[in-house]
């Protein structure tokens, strides 16, 4: 049943991608151009570190499958493009190893095809520690993630009805696990008092998870007799928004969930991620074109990343923090109701002061 499930979750998945999925909140994020900024490209590192951890890209393939024969080959051609490209990866859930440990190749796959690069397991919030600890160790992996999924579960035929031991579960794997943990969302945000709450169990990164992209409320209607739960689509808050809820947390955040393209990736880091995972939109183009073609899309991807970077004048992806963002629409209610601040957004690099400085003119 579970390998079943993984098959249907990467059908519907790059259903979507071919479907309804265009705007989202990333594009109420727009950068203040400033024409003299830029900087040659190479003073720029795209190097990120963050709670102990350094990649040599801000970029990573994000959780996504593992446990049935079509899923393993899916994972094997994810790790050959992360082995090829230098981006971290995550595994999908690994619950379906703790099952049948038959499939323990479907998900070993990403060390294999990977053998020097940055690997994450992936467990839910109801794995015991032992579960977790053996799943950081068929992978060798470098970091534990831990997923969270109410709305999911909710639509999920066969998911889960009872969500109150996830706190308590995720301080003591945290606790006993040998890797940082980091904490995610499929798909429908984390919010700053989930974030603040994490921190509080020992949680070291939140991978923040927003709307914009993957739909698992979509995808889990899509697999309901019924298709009764529709009305749930669309729940959650989108990766931008999270971003900005987050300001300041006092642990290092990752963004996912609806990146598109190297914009949305320097956006992200402009609003505050040390990484940006993708999935769906990298699946897509693994399934269309095959694993050639992913490898010359995340190619790419960093390529342009750097050129954007270079544009902006941020030799680092913390720099891109000092970039003045302008924040338009349903996204500047949302900071407006969650009462954060945008205009320091607009004002926050230091051409403006550096300006006044040297003209004696003030706004
Ligand atoms: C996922 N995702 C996911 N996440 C997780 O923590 N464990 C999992 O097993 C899975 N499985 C999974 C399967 C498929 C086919 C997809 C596309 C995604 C969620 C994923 O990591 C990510 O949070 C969301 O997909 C949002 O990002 P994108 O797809 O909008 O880039």
């Not at 070993?108 to 397991?121: E, I, M, T, Y």
Request: hydrophobic share 40%; glycine share 10%; proline share 3%.
């Amino acid at each position: 049943m579970i390998a079943q499930r993984k098959d249907d979750h990467v059908r519907l998945a790059v259903e979507q991608q071919h479907g309804h999925l265009g705007r989202n909140q990333f594009d109420e994020v727009s950068f203040v151009h400033h024409a003299l900024a830029g900087i040659d490209r190479p003073d720029v590192s795209s190097a990120t570190t963050f709670a102990g951890i350094t990649w040599q890209v801000p970029l990573y393939i994000n959780a996504m499958t593992g446990g049935s024969l079509k899923t393993g080959e899916i994972n094997r051609d994810l790790a050959i493009a992360a082995h090829e490209t230098g981006v971290p990866i995550a595994s999908g859930s690994m619950s379906a190893y703790f099952k049948d440990p038959s499939c323990a190749d479907t998900f070993r796959v990403l060390r294999q095809k990977n053998p020097d690069g940055f690997v994450l397991a992936n467990v839910n919030a109801t794995a015991s520690v032992d579960k977790a600890q053996r799943a950081v160790d068929l992978l060798q992996a470098n970091a534990l993630q831990i997923h969270v999924n109410t709305a999911q579960e909710t639509v999920m035929p066969e998911g889960d009805r009872s969500f109150s031991s996830w706190v308590p579960q995720i301080e003591r794997i945290v606790a006993a696990v040998d890797v940082p943990v980091i904490v995610k969302e499929v798909g429908f945000g984390l919010s700053r008092e989930t974030v603040l709450l994490l921190r509080e169990l020992g949680v070291r990164v939140a991978d923040l998870g927003g709307r914009g992209g993957t739909d698992f409320a979509r995808i889990e209607n899509g697999r309901r007799e019924l298709a009764d739960y529709a009305y749930l689509e669309g729940w959650g808050q989108s990766t931008a928004a999270c971003l900005l809820d987050t300001q300041g947390v006092g642990i290092p955040v990752l963004a996912s969930g609806g990146v598109r393209n190297p914009l949305d990736v320097a956006r992200a880091l402009a609003l505050g991620a040390s990484g940006v995972g993708v999935s769906g939109g990298f699946l897509r183009t693994l399934m269309d074109d095959g694993v050639s073609a992913l490898i010359a899309q995340i190619s790419t991807w960093l390529d342009q990343l750097t050129a954007l970077m270079t544009m902006l004048g941020a030799r680092t992806p913390a720099e891109l923090t000092r970039c003045d963002v302008l924040l338009h629409g349903s996204l500047r209610d949302f900071c407006t109701d969650r009462g954060i601040e945008t205009g320091r957004f607009a004002r926050r690099s230091a051409s403006l002061d550096a300006l006044t400085e040297m003209t004696g003119i003030t706004r």
